[in-house]
């Protein structure tokens, strides 16, 4: 609920704005000045340095011409809508948490959530390769176990191009970064005791609940976790550099677009070109932000 | 009875599916600690259990690389989360609170930051942070950090603060309370376990953050750990239990930090007083 | 509900208890921090000057050897009444060329860099070396280099230093490498019933046949040949190697300037069938057929995989630098031996008109240290950079600590390093391919050959050339960016040398400045010819690489 100030109350309430003064300040001078360099520099063939040249839209019309570009989106396009399944996961395992009867232990549990979290970002990176590694691997390890493959067969799971991808989407099994699990319970825990009561007297099962009530109330969670994650897989290129190196793995197949930024800027020297693809990277995030917003409204 | 019964077993279906996940979450954890105690030999051979003789002496080798940038990514990272949040929750209230002209139009200058990508802009970067003298100052890490943290607590902290009840506020104001007042007595403490989330995952954002320290800190004496762990690779030649050791020694400040913390985030949450 | 509450308030004391630890942490680390910070003044009093000393080489033995070269060095310095600080900063590999290209542009890099990335880069940041390497290296004093000058103290004469675009020196080379083969010879002895070590191409192929049915038969998971594949090491290595001793002395009769094999003259000599362009295609056919004893999925192996499946016993041979050569004899719980690249004989089908062995003299230095343009300690930074490539610093850091092979002449090497020590007895050193142009395109070379070993065609010569032909625009693209670089530089150079002219006769200057003006002007004038003759040789390229025919002849 909050206080509509018109522009005739103003006098009253302009201190208001003092309270964003500072954080404004810092995010112009430290996001905006440099972003709306970038901005700048996508229509410069620019080495980052002292050559600077104006070259208006080619790289423009290089950018809607690239057909590695593209197919980077389009890979894209497979990550985000995988990262929505992979969603799902946190939240059973939010509510199934919620509902554990026995304080102590769901506490204990949660803790125990948050530990692998702390895991350096490398240490996982490090171990998926070996799980992955086609020939003492340990996922082809137990596929020759079970006895789907031969003994010395293998399979390459990050270099057949049919496999890559698959391979990049099931990596970091099973997907419950704390923070999805802790900012489902930290709704969930909003949930008043009365509703459950009232729930439990209509007989309603856990399924019913779960629908009817848990989920409608975590919608906000939901909503939020969603806008993040698209936003950060359209971004994303780390993953895929480290696993895959600067071309995007075989033949470019999981070239990602920030990958690329990454490449003509850094590898080839072309700053220009890093921009206007980091521009359409913008574009089409804030597209998808704003699609989000209208389509996952919040009934409260 | 029946009922006691069935609900017994969906109690033990509840304990066995988070076992389960919660086994897959440790491997990397475990492995973590496993190789630390190998030599290159025995991580080549058998790398996924256990083989003796431990090599205990990896840790020394590793605590003799990290151990100097410890204190400083205590301060960088404290540092940057407690700014971070000060503000954001100063930022969440006023948008939350407040519809003033141009509410709308400074939000989106807020939100428009995360959808640029972060590795266009890294030159322009540094040489804003030369140009400020902040290179090689913790500085340097600390201040565009709080920056480029406000996007995503102010919108996550945003959410939350709207979905306290307009009573409480009220409540406040009849006993006089002015806008400090209020975030101080109603906002921190009813958003405690967002805030202690947010920074939770800022603190390991810094804690795991090796860009900005690789390219604007110089001297050893001010860099982080981060940038010591990668350090502890070779291009040519790796030692993993070396490696494995320095990233485990490296967790234990986080892990002793959550043991605490949890309590006061997780537990300390009122039941029933952020409603939806 | 006592219960509870005492729980709770157990609860709140453990709370407090981790809030008071945590900000007694904090508490220390700012203290920490603020020692750390004013420490960097305190311990460097005002007359000291600090320099800072930066690479990307982490491996075992490096950093530890320049810790004992930089006391050497600020010792002998102190000695000579000159108070100097030296700092060494170890930047991982992964994050070098970014870190470099940051702080270049940004204007506070280190005194003495590890150099990566491509001439241009060095020719706009990094100051040329070209005006001192004619002087003695005044740290060899009382060593058997003594009378050299510094640029003849190197094993190649600095061969290797020579940026071939702007015919400048900007880098000098700390270590030499060589690539070698190491052999499992257990394994080898098991499969084969012999200790013997493949000499040539032919009886290397074969050891590789009976490892693979040894494998078959045991059910062992054997790779005949282990790959670096991930950062295509051993593909380019193999192709580079290969290439050369087929085509070496291609750019003998074709190259119209007489020297270098360059992708130009060759692909003008195939449009005018003067060249057969299969001859071209026989390295990636020689290729393909070693490739298929590599692990499978080699695309996705990188070195430590590698290394992992090479101790686990499994793998026959292992290709990979002399830096490695330590720990590939070191760590392994059996017998290695290192053995050269084989030799493609006539023995072979493809070895009618084979060359023999790669000369490696100067092929192989690596570790290019230079000064960037905006250090603010330039005369102590090169006497630093000539104190790391003297005699006695050298052979402490790179072959007692580092176990590598120096840059140097003159230095001797004991046990397992003599199998590293270069080839110097053959005729030709390597040889340009034409299919390299440096760059991406190069990188879509590579993966062409990683297609070609996966799918095995028929014709790995005919499929690598429609897969090359297909890749033209992303070859033209690059050629294009290139050509522009360059006609900017001469632009620019053209300018440089202009200024540098009057600097030579400016009457202000000391004759020894003047001196030095002189000497880089005249250096200068032969990178401005090199970069038109570079102009040229991507122009043609270019056309040259559009009129290639699809068609088979």
């Known amino acids: 609920m909050a206080i509509e100030v018109s522009v005739k109350k103003l006098r009253n309430y302009y201190p208001a704005y003092f309270l964003i003064a500072i954080p404004l300040f810092l995010v112009l001078l430290f996001s905006y000045h440099p972003i709306v360099n970038g901005f700048i520099h ?4 620019w080495d980052g340095d002292t050559v600077e040249e104006f070259i208006g839209l080619e790289y423009m019309w290089r950018v809607i011409h690239d057909s590695e570009l593209l197919h ?19 939240i059973l395992v939010a509510v199934v948490l919620h509902h554990v009867i026995n304080d102590r232990i769901g506490y204990l549990y949660r803790i125990l959530f948050v530990v692998p979290m702390i895991i350096p970002a490398m240490v996982g990176i490090l171990i998926w390769k070996y799980f992955y590694e086609p020939n003492s691997g340990i996922l082809n390890g137990m596929l020759r176990a079970f006895g789907f493959i031969g003994p010395t067969e293998t399979v390459q799971w990050l270099s057949d191009p049919a496999l ?37 007297i209509d007989g309603a099962g856990a399924l019913t609940v779960f629908f009817k009530i848990e989920l409608p109330l975590i919608m906000t969670q939901v909503r939020i976790n969603l806008v993040l994650m698209i936003i950060s897989t359209i971004q994303s290129w780390e993953n895929i550099f480290l696993f895959l190196g600067a071309d995007g793995g075989p033949g470019g197949i999981a070239m990602v677009p920030g990958l690329m930024i990454f490449r003509e800027a850094f590898s080839r020297g072309l700053f220009g070109y890093g921009c206007a693809i980091g521009f359409v990277i913008f574009v089409v995030t804030l597209a998808l932000t704003l699609i989000n917003n209208k389509i996952v409204r919040v009934n409260k | ?78 540092t940057t989360t407690v700014l971070t949040l000060f503000f954001a929750v100063i930022g969440a209230y006023f948008f939350a609170r407040y519809k003033m002209p141009g509410s709308k139009f400074l939000f989106g200058i807020f939100m428009l930051l995360m959808m640029y990508p972060a590795v266009a802009n890294m030159v322009p970067m540094f040489k804003l942070i030369a140009s400020l003298g902040l290179y090689n100052t913790h500085l340097s890490l600390i201040i565009p950090a709080v920056a480029a943290g406000q996007a995503f607590n102010i919108y996550v902290l945003r959410n939350f603060i709207e979905d306290i009840p307009q009573d ?109 | 509900m006592s219960k509870n509450n005492d729980e709770f308030s157990r609860n709140s004391r453990f709370q407090r208890f981790g809030l008071v630890l945590a900000i007694i942490f904090f508490l220390i680390s700012v203290v920490m921090v603020i020692r750390n910070h004013g420490g960097t003044e305190t311990i460097f009093s005002p007359d000291t000057k600090v320099i800072t000393f930066a690479h990307w080489q982490l491996e075992d033995g490096f950093r530890e050897g320049f810790e004992e070269a930089i006391k050497i060095y600020e010792e002998e310095k102190a000695r000579q009444g000159v108070k100097v600080k030296v700092r060494q900063l170890g930047i991982p590999i992964r994050g070098y060329s970014q870190w470099l290209l940051t702080q270049l542009i940004g204007g506070e890099p280190a005194d003495v860099l590890e150099l990566t990335g491509s001439s241009d880069i060095f020719n706009q940041y990094f100051v040329t070396l070209s005006p001192y390497i004619g002087e003695r290296n005044p740290w060899n004093k009382g ?24 015919s400048e020196f900007f880098s000098v080379n700390l270590f030499m490498m060589t690539v070698r083969v190491y052999a499992n010879v257990d394994l080898i002895r098991k499969a084969t019933g012999s200790d013997k070590m493949p000499d040539t191409v032919t009886e290397w192929l074969e050891i590789c046949r009976k490892l693979r049915e040894y494998g078959k038969a045991t059910d062992r998971p054997v790779i005949p040949i282990g790959v670096r594949g991930f950062d295509k090491a051993t593909l380019s290595t193999l192709f580079y190697d290969y290439n050369a001793q087929l085509n070496g002395d291609l750019s003998d009769f074709i190259s119209a300037y007489g020297f270098g094999g360059v992708p130009a003259d060759a692909f003008e000599a195939i449009n005018n069938g003067t060249l057969d362009r299969e001859r071209l295609l026989d390295p990636v056919r020689l290729i393909a057929e070693i490739g298929q004893y590599f692990a499978e999925g080699f695309p996705s192996i990188d070195l430590e995989q590698t290394k992992y499946l090479f101790f686990s016993g499994n793998v026959g041979f292992f290709i990979d630098g002399s830096y490695n050569a330590w720990s590939m004899v070191n760590n392994s719980p059996f017998e290695v031996k290192v053995i050269r690249l084989p030799e493609l004989t006539a023995a072979h089908p493809l070895g009618g008109h084979a060359l023999g062995r790669v000369n490696e003299l100067g092929s192989g230095l690596g570790g290019k240290f230079g000064i960037p343009k905006r ?51 053959t ?16 990188r879509r070379v590579l993966q062409l050959l990683e297609k070609i070993i996966i799918e095995k065609p028929s014709d790995p010569g005919q499929m690598f050339w429609e897969g090359f032909l297909d890749d033209r625009p992303i070859l033209t693209s690059e050629l294009y960016e290139t050509v522009l670089g360059i006609q900017r530089t001469l632009w620019s150079m053209d300018g440089s040398r202009s200024a540098l002219s009057l600097g030579g006769s400016n009457p202000s200057l000391s004759e020894e400045e003047r001196e030095l003006f002189r000497r880089r002007g005249g250096i200068t004038q032969e990178g401005v010819t090199g970069r038109y003759r570079n102009l040229d040789d991507n122009i043609r390229l270019m056309r040259e690489v559009e009129k290639l025919k699809r068609e088979k002849n």
Not at chain 1, 72 to 90: D, H
Not at chain 2, 229 to 241: F, P, Q, R, V
Not at chain 3, 393 to 400: A, D, K, S
Request: proline fraction near 4%; hydrophobic fraction near 50%; charge should be negative.
């Open chain 1, 42 to 45: 996508m229509f410069y063939r």
């Open chain 1, 72 to 90: 980077s989106f389009w890979v894209v396009t497979i990550f985000v809508v995988a990262n929505v399944v992979k969603m799902i996961l946190p």
């Open chain 1, 164 to 200: 890559v991808i698959p391979s990049l989407v099931f990596m970091g099994f099973p997907w419950v970064g704390a923070f999805g699990v802790l900012i489902y319970l930290a709704g969930l825990q909003g949930i008043s005791e009365d509703i459950y009561e009232a729930a439990e």
């Open chain 2, 1 to 78: 009875m029946a009922r006691v019964v069935r609900s017994r077993f969906a109690e033990c279906m509840k304990h066995l599916f988070i076992v389960l996940i919660l086994f897959f979450a440790f491997v990397p954890l475990y492995l973590m600690v496993n190789i630390s105690l190998k030599d290159n030999l025995q991580f080549a051979l058998n790398p996924w259990l256990p083989s003796y003789p431990f090599h205990w002496e990896n840790y020394v080798y590793g605590w003799h690389q990290i151990g100097g940038t410890i204190f400083n990514t205590i301060f960088v990272a404290t």
């Open chain 2, 168 to 276: 409480l506020f009220d409540a406040i104001e009849i006993d006089g309370g002015n806008t400090f007042w209020q975030i101080w007595h109603v906002v921190i403490p009813m958003s405690m376990p967002i805030i202690g989330t947010l920074g939770i995952l800022s603190i390991i954002g810094q804690w795991n953050n090796f860009v900005s320290p690789l390219l604007y800190i110089r001297d050893s004496n001010l860099q982080t750990i981060a940038v010591a762990l990668l350090n502890l690779e070779g291009e040519y030649t790796k030692n993993w239990g070396q490696l494995m050791a320095g990233y485990t020694i490296a967790s234990i400040p986080l892990i002793v930090l959550f043991i605490f913390c949890m309590k006061l985030f997780i537990r300390g949450l009122s039941s029933g007083a952020v409603k939806g």
């Open chain 3, 143 to 166: 060593t058997p280099l003594e009378n050299y000058s510094w640029r003849e103290s190197f094993v190649d004469d600095m061969l290797a230093s020579l940026d071939p675009n702007y």
């Open chain 3, 375 to 425: 250090t603010k300690n330039f005369d102590l930074a090169l006497d630093f950079l000539r104190f790391i490539t003297s005699y006695r610093i050298n052979q402490l850091t790179m072959v007692e600590h580092s176990r590598w092979l120096s840059s140097l002449k003159q230095v001797k090497y004991e046990g397992f390093m003599k199998d590293l020590e270069p080839i110097t007895d």
């Open chain 3, 427 to 442: 005729g030709y050193t390597g040889a340009n391919d034409p299919f390299n142009n440096g760059g991406y395109s190069y």
